[in-house]
């Protein structure tokens, strides 16, 4: 009788140790550089859906549960920075309907931002005019926005959303006035060191500038230096982390497990760019490898994949609550072995879930 009793309450402490090992494991924290949950940043706004770089696409990023924002920002020929991609306006705008060349191209620089305004931006890829149950805040939803019109729209569904919706604006030149038109802007809006911004570029010289800028003005907004893996390692990470907090890598580098490790052995917060799978099934395989190497943010064409992704994970290390009291009470310590239950994954968002 005394050895059943044993041979039960042994059974039953053994049940209670695996389930609290298991409670324990879950709770333990992400890979990412400080135990972070992952960031998501809207590539060009929701570029798979909405044409890049315009209101309407970032509004519909932010409305999936983007944390960032990403403007990449070009000069117009009266200095004015306009949220653009390419040097040139001829892949996304109408340009050459309204416009003839100038100097044998459609640089951006060539033209006022008055001239600008006039364009309509057009959707590339799997982009389309419009998504389903989306209409846009905006009254000039395609139109090419200026940063400032940006940082309105970041501000006010900030406002709407009772979140911060985060900026990370690119210097998509190597240029000392692009540099200062950048930290003037951020500065007059009221951003401080504290705010959601990072400053990307792959300019290494334009990152060092920044940093002993905005040193030099009190400031420390997260700078993150782009590139491949083989560019970022022969520049050198420690190198790197002396003027920057992070690096913008290509996902489709070599060995990326190792990399993320040593980049976070280095100091370095490590974002990747460009997830631009649409199929969901693959697009969330793809998030939770990321993800599971500690990958602490990702650049995303289809921000509800990668929100949910990220949810999902997060979902995932969080331990039902009831379970570790059960066992420390002593009771259905061999049931909660079965009876254990992760948090149910967040279905995809859908145009019908926008006006959340």
Same mark, same amino acid.
């Given at each position: 009788?005394?050895?059943?009793?044993?041979?039960?309450?042994?059974?039953?402490?053994?049940?209670?140790?695996?389930?609290?090992? =298991?409670?324990?494991?879950?709770?333990?924290?992400?890979?990412?550089?400080?135990?972070?949950?992952?960031?998501?940043?809207?590539?060009?706004?929701?570029?798979?859906?909405?044409?890049?770089?315009?209101?309407?696409?970032?509004?519909?990023?932010?409305?999936?549960?983007?944390?960032?924002?990403?403007?990449?920002?070009? %000069?117009?020929?009266?200095?004015?920075?306009?949220?653009?991609?390419?040097?040139?306006?001829?892949?996304?705008?109408?340009?050459?309907?309204?416009?003839?060349?100038?100097?044998?191209?459609?640089?951006?620089?060539?033209?006022? %931002?008055?001239?600008?305004?006039?364009?309509?931006?057009?959707?590339?890829?799997?982009?389309?005019?419009?998504?389903?149950?989306?209409?846009?805040?905006?009254?000039?939803?395609?139109?090419?926005?200026?940063?400032?019109?940006?940082?309105? %729209?970041?501000?006010?569904?900030?406002?709407?959303?009772?979140?911060?919706?985060?900026?990370?604006?690119?210097?998509?030149?190597?240029?000392?006035?692009?540099?200062?038109?950048? %930290?003037?802007?951020?500065?007059?809006?009221?951003?401080?060191?504290?705010?959601?911004?990072?400053? /990307?570029?792959?300019?290494?010289?334009?990152?060092?500038?920044?940093?002993?800028? /905005?040193?030099?003005?009190?400031?420390?907004?997260?700078?993150?230096?782009?590139?491949?893996?083989?560019?970022?390692?022969?520049?050198?990470?420690? =190198?790197?982390?002396?003027?920057?907090?992070?690096?913008?890598?290509?996902?489709?580098?070599?060995?990326?497990? =190792?990399?993320?490790?040593?980049?976070? &052995?280095?100091?370095?917060?490590?974002?990747?760019?460009?997830? &631009?799978?649409?199929?969901?099934?693959?697009?969330?395989?793809?998030?939770?490898?990321?993800?599971?190497?500690?990958?602490?943010?990702?650049?995303?064409?289809?921000?509800?994949?990668?929100?949910?992704?990220?949810?999902?994970?997060?979902?995932?290390?969080?331990?039902?609550? &009831?379970?570790?009291?059960?066992?420390?009470?002593?009771?259905?310590?061999?049931?909660?072995?079965?009876?254990?239950?992760?948090?149910?994954?967040?279905?995809?968002?859908?145009?019908?879930?926008?006006?959340?």
């Amino acid at each position: 009788m005394t050895s059943s009793i044993s041979r039960r309450l042994s059974r039953v402490a053994l049940a209670a140790t695996m389930t609290l090992s =298991a409670t324990w494991a879950l709770s333990e924290p992400l890979a990412t550089l400080y135990g972070q949950t992952p960031i998501v940043i809207a590539h060009r706004g929701a570029s798979g859906y909405l044409a890049e770089h315009t209101l309407g696409g970032y509004e519909l990023a932010v409305k999936m549960g983007v944390d960032y924002i990403e403007p990449d920002l070009q %000069l117009t020929k009266d200095g004015h920075l306009v949220a653009m991609h390419d040097t040139t306006l001829t892949r996304t705008t109408n340009v050459r309907s309204l416009f003839a060349p100038r100097n044998g191209s459609y640089r951006v620089s060539d033209f006022t %931002l008055a001239e600008v305004k006039t364009l309509t931006v057009v959707p590339v890829g799997t982009a389309a005019t419009t998504y389903p149950g989306f209409t846009p805040g905006s009254a000039d939803p395609f139109r090419i926005p200026t940063f400032d019109e940006v940082i309105d %729209l970041a501000q006010q569904l900030s406002a709407s959303t009772g979140r911060e919706i985060g900026i990370y604006p690119e210097a998509k030149q190597a240029d000392p006035a692009m540099e200062d038109k950048i %930290l003037a802007t951020l500065i007059a809006r009221g951003y401080t060191s504290s705010s959601k911004v990072f400053i /990307q570029s792959f300019s290494v010289a334009t990152i060092k500038s920044l940093h002993d800028k /905005q040193t030099a003005l009190g400031l420390d907004f997260q700078l993150v230096v782009l590139g491949s893996t083989t560019a970022i390692l022969n520049t050198g990470l420690d =190198a790197i982390h002396a003027f920057a907090d992070g690096v913008g890598v290509s996902i489709r580098g070599s060995n990326m497990e =190792a990399f993320i490790g040593n980049a976070h &052995a280095a100091g370095l917060l490590v974002h990747g760019y460009t997830f &631009a799978e649409d199929e969901p099934v693959a697009a969330l395989a793809q998030y939770d490898q990321f993800f599971r190497w500690g990958m602490d943010g990702v650049f995303s064409n289809y921000p509800d994949l990668a929100v949910q992704a990220r949810d999902e994970l997060v979902a995932a290390q969080v331990p039902e609550p &009831a379970s570790a009291w059960l066992v420390l009470l002593g009771l259905g310590g061999v049931a909660a072995l079965g009876g254990r239950r992760r948090s149910a994954p967040a279905a995809r968002r859908d145009g019908s879930l926008l006006a959340a």
